[in-house]
């Protein structure tokens, strides 16, 4: 009799929860004795009170238990949910707000970012991309500092080198122009220039080259990766192995959010997790980012982005697009030390893969020849057929290769304007996105941490202005597209 | 725990600019976003946009632009409620960060905070002052930054090295004067920075730099000295500088002349060594040195 007034008690005072799917939770959530429930969270905070000395083993401690409320939760533990997770506890302290990391994939087998070929260039011509990527350079040179002498993401200070044909160079001229202005470090050379800089190039077809001179090159991504997490976990953020599945929506009438009729306003402070084993639990959180790499529209969509209908009616742009790098080696005449990554007016790329003769390749499609998405095969004949012709033109001696091997990653493409989405949902007060980034996400990734740490806590941009690439470029239809794209 | 202002964050896009979405008087929505507008979403297709179309030019739209609402408070006939005293534009997380961090007392721990200040300290001194370099001109604003933190330096046709005495006293013009141009740069020892080396930007024609015993140099820097000194330098000398890998080493090809290198032991580990005879293959005038040398710096 008790029990099921008290749980009538219970659903009256969590009147409005609705499910936004049929989806089961644990028992743990529905219709629990409230007095149950009570006692239950009372055992977990005792628990929590004997706090051991030693800062490692009540971090280990906190990790034991499942976190039932955060106060910002992070879909997505790659290098950009990784350093969202650094910059939020660097700037508040291990017993600052309370962050966790969902990972779907501990293994890290297909992120993007244990499969990206790690360049870091300032040579953009969007003014953000070109600072962030700056901040991104000044963070790696300052990595020891901030995470022990041990950290090291082996940077190779060899430049990149853009070429372009007629056509493009007086665009590459003015991105040389505005990188130089915001501090970047770079030269415009001529077709003469770069034949003596690097004479193992045929640069018949080149009009003018852009070669960054400092703070450019490329470094190990599965390193930066790793020393963002452990620096994350070190200072209190939890990572738990589960998949973000949904979200449970609550009405709240009491917000108002312009844009959206008073009174029907659909809050999201719960997240739905799936465990290894499969079991689904929630998370409650105070703030959510989005940081999932390519499947960010998925789990946007969960939150009704693009299934909902005013300002949720625009769905995120960001797809799975699937990119191949090869590697090779040559054997006679390669070049060696002096090789920058060079990036070739056709989108293709190449650049030297240790001190050997190895070199990896890669080159983004044309439309009509995008590869599918439902797997991480490599198809070979793509690489004899439109990037070895293009490679040869380039480099006469690479007419003798033999491909070793090579592997695909996805990108979290844009397909409006091919950059990053960051910042706040319009719609949502408490939904954050970073996302998006096509292809050049590595680098910007210490820039991105620190923009939405800084939009968290801050309540705005305290260092560089993102303003431009938010979500809200979709509505006032502002596309933020490169000027040349690689 | 800190407590976010969960409900408050609403507030947060400023500025009233009516853009893709118009309010009637009833502060209604009334383009609705049902339909997505118009070109908004469709995919621009390919990433091979060489020039995009005309006259849009994503730098030149100002932030502004971005904002397409007005907050709820800053509407008419709207205000603050009274909550709004407690919140203040300038967020004071510092201060909670600092209260929220336990204090270390142990001497180590006050040791490394120490050491810490005085790094910090020093990075701060050795930045680029645009007064030294305007009352001086560049080659001997960088004479003056090396020598006065210990180094030496020596000039084209003046046959002495300049470096300070014990008292740190030296000799050197106090104003911009013609014909002092800087031959070569003696470091050693020097707790020289990666931010000091901006100090060393657009010298003509320094030939000798030697970074000998700079603990604090590593790619990094190497990285900036290869493209500062790139057009003149012919003598290096990077020994006891531990932070330096064979990946700095391999960018040296970028110093077009160099000649002589000297390195603590290039036989350090394979990589290195391999990196070393790989840089003497493209650049058939340079030696590696790996012998200790002496030299009289008076
Ligand atoms: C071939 C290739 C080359 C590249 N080269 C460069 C380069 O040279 N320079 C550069 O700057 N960038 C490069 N990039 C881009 C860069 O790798 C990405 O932009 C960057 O890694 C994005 O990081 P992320 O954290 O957003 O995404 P990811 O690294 O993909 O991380 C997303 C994580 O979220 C997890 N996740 C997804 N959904 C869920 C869910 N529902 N629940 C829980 N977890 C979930 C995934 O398991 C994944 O670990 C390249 C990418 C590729 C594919």
């Known amino acids: 009799m008790f029990k099921t007034t008290a749980a009538r008690a219970c659903r009256i005072v969590s009147n409005s929860r609705k499910l936004h799917k049929t989806c089961r939770l644990s028992t743990e959530n529905q219709g629990e004795n409230p007095i149950r429930r009570t006692l239950r969270i009372l055992r977990d905070d005792i628990k929590l009170i004997k706090r051991p000395a030693n800062e490692e083993d009540y971090r280990r401690m906190l990790d034991r238990e499942f976190p039932r409320f955060c106060d910002v939760v992070i879909i997505g533990g790659g290098a950009m949910g990784s350093s969202i997770a650094y910059w939020l506890k660097e700037k508040t302290g291990v017993d600052g707000i309370r962050v966790v990391v969902v ?52 940077f190779h200070p060899n430049g990149y080198l853009l070429l372009s044909s007629e056509a493009g160079a007086q665009q590459l001229i003015d991105n040389s122009k505005l990188q130089t202005e915001l501090g970047a470090v770079n030269m415009v050379l001529t077709k003469n220039q770069i034949k003596e800089r690097f004479p193992w190039m045929d640069v018949d077809d080149v009009a003018v080259g852009c070669l960054g001179l400092e703070k450019e090159g490329w470094f190990d991504p599965w390193s930066l990766l790793t020393v963002l997490k452990n620096g994350a976990h070190k200072k209190g953020a939890q990572y738990i192995n589960a998949k973000a599945v949904d979200f449970v929506f609550q009405n709240r009438e009491d917000i108002i959010v312009e844009g959206v009729e008073q009174g029907n306003y659909e809050a999201i402070n719960e997240l739905v997790v799936e465990m290894p084993n499969g079991e689904r639990r929630t998370i409650q959180f105070a703030y959510c980012i989005i940081a999932a790499g390519c499947k960010s529209k998925e ?80 198809d070979y004949s793509y690489f004899d057929e439109k990037i070895w012709p293009v490679l040869v033109k380039r480099v006469p001696a690479f007419e003798c290769i033999k491909v070793n091997g090579g592997w695909s990653g996805f990108y979290e493409y844009n397909t409006y304007d091919m950059n990053g989405i960051i910042g706040p949902h319009p719609y949502y007060t408490n939904l954050y996105l970073a996302t998006g980034f096509s292809g050049h996400g590595i680098q910007q990734a210490p820039a991105v941490g620190r923009a939405i740490s800084e939009l968290i806590l801050d309540g705005n941009f305290q260092t560089i202005d993102l303003t431009r690439l938010g979500f809200d470029r979709f509505i006032v239809e502002k596309p933020m597209f490169e000027l040349r794209i690689v | 725990m800190l407590k976010l202002k969960n409900s408050l964050s609403f507030i947060r896009l400023p500025v009233g600019r009516e853009c893709a979405c118009k309010y009637s008087s009833s502060n209604k929505l009334e383009i609705t976003f049902d339909k997505p507008p118009a070109n908004a979403l469709q995919s621009r297709e390919g990433p091979h946009t060489q020039v995009a179309e005309e006259k849009y030019e994503p730098n030149k739209v100002a932030t502004e632009e971005l904002r397409w609402r007005t907050p709820w408070h800053q509407k ?91 008292r740190g006293k030296y000799d050197l013009p106090r104003f911009y ?102 840089l003497e293959e493209i650049m058939p005038n340079l030696e590696i040195r790996s012998n200790p040398v002496t030299f009289e710096i008076k």
Request: glycine share 6%.
């Open chain 1, 299 to 378: 789990i946007a969509e969960k939150a009704r982005i693009g299934t909902g209908s005013g300002m949720l009616s625009l769905s995120l742009p960001v797809e799975k697009r699937k990119r191949y790098v090869y590697t090779f080696s040559c054997r006679e005449n390669a070049p060696t030390l002096n090789t920058p990554m060079v990036v070739d007016y056709t989108h293709m790329y190449f650049r030297r893969e240790g001190l050997g003769d190895t070199f990896i390749a890669g080159m983004s499609p044309e439309p009509e020849d995008e590869p599918p998405t439902d797997d991480l095969e490599v």
């Open chain 2, 76 to 166: 008419e006939g709207q205000y603050h409620s009274f909550l709004r005293v407690f919140y203040t534009e300038k967020n004071r997380r510092s201060t909670l960060q600092r209260l929220q961090t336990q204090i270390d007392l142990s001497p180590s721990a006050i040791k490394k905070w120490w050491a810490k200040k005085k790094e910090e300290s020093e990075i701060v001194q050795q930045a680029y002052l645009p007064e030294r370099n305007q009352i001086l001109g560049n080659e001997l604003a960088a004479a003056h930054f090396i020598v006065a933190r210990g180094g030496a330096v020596k000039f084209f046709n003046h046959d002495e090295w300049v470096k300070a005495d014990e």
């Open chain 2, 177 to 278: 004067e013609e014909g002092w141009e800087l031959q070569a740069i003696d470091c050693a020892d020097m707790p020289l920075y990666y931010e000091g080396l901006v100090n060393l930007y657009d010298l003509r024609n320094v030939e000798w730099l030697s970074l000998n015993g700079c603990e604090n140099m590593d790619d990094w820097c190497v990285d900036r000295i290869t493209n500062q000194f790139s057009h003149s330098l012919i003598y290096l000398d990077l020994r006891n500088c531990p932070n330096i890998s064979a990946r700095g080493i391999g960018c040296l090809y970028k110093l077009q002349k160099l000649k002589i290198l000297y390195l603590d032991d290039f036989m350090k580990s394979t990589v290195y060594e391999y990196t070393c005879l790989l």
């Open chain 1, 103 to 154: 990972e779907e994939d501990n293994t890290y087998k297909t992120c993007s970012t244990a499969l990206s070929v790690g360049g870091l260039r300032q040579q953009f011509s969007l003014q953000e991309n070109i600072q962030m990527s700056l901040f991104g350079a000044e963070f790696l040179r300052t990595l020891k500092k901030r995470f022990g002498p041990d950290a090291d993401v082996n």
